[in-house]
């Protein structure tokens, strides 16, 4: 579908995106679920200890416009440069993102990422970040 009614761009990076990996069956679907549940696990063992981790949204400055469709490899180095947003995702934890910064026109910020059913403590936590930063007006970074 996304082919047949997705744009031209949203159609490359889907093939990125899929181009890494192989086809998988229903074993390798139930084998990456159990791996799930182990990571999460250990995470829950680390948030015993810190309920809140505060982490780069990106591990590289602000990527601009249409930077992910450029190539393949450029796609592949966004992903790995993200994994904190990605880690959150996959594992179901709450996490806020606030931004912090300009960079080169671009906003910059960081992720809070809150223990299982905790969102508000994530929440709590951004909006006390966003009063000490301040709203970062959009039209500094439209570029």
Same mark, same amino acid.
């Given at each position: ?10 159609v490359s ?9 192989p086809?998988?069956t229903l074993?390798?679907?139930?084998k ?17 200890d810190?309920?809140?981790?505060l982490?780069?949204? #990106?591990?590289?400055? $602000?990527? %601009?416009? /249409?930077?992910?469709?450029e ?9 790995? &440069?993200?994994?904190?947003l ?15 910064g300009? #960079?080169?026109?671009? $906003?910059? %910020?960081? /992720? ?12 709590d936590? &951004? ?15 439209e570029?």
């Open positions: 579908m996304i082919e047949d009614y997705g744009s031209e761009d949203i990076v889907i093939n990125f995106r899929l181009s890494k990996y086809d998988a074993e390798d679907y139930v990456a679920l159990a791996r799930r549940i182990e990571v999460l696990q250990q995470w829950s063992i680390i948030m015993e810190y309920p809140l981790i982490a780069p949204v #990106s591990l590289e400055p $602000p990527i %601009g416009p /249409q930077e992910d469709k190539s393949n490899e450029r796609y592949q180095q966004i992903l790995e &440069a993200q994994r904190w990605i880690a959150a995702n996959f594992l179901g934890l709450p996490a806020a993102s606030v931004p912090t300009i #960079s080169n026109g671009l $906003p910059t %910020g960081v /992720q809070l990422i809150g223990r299982r059913y905790h969102e508000t403590m994530c929440l936590v &951004a909006q006390v970040i966003e009063d000490r930063v301040g709203i970062l007006s959009h039209q500094l970074w570029v």
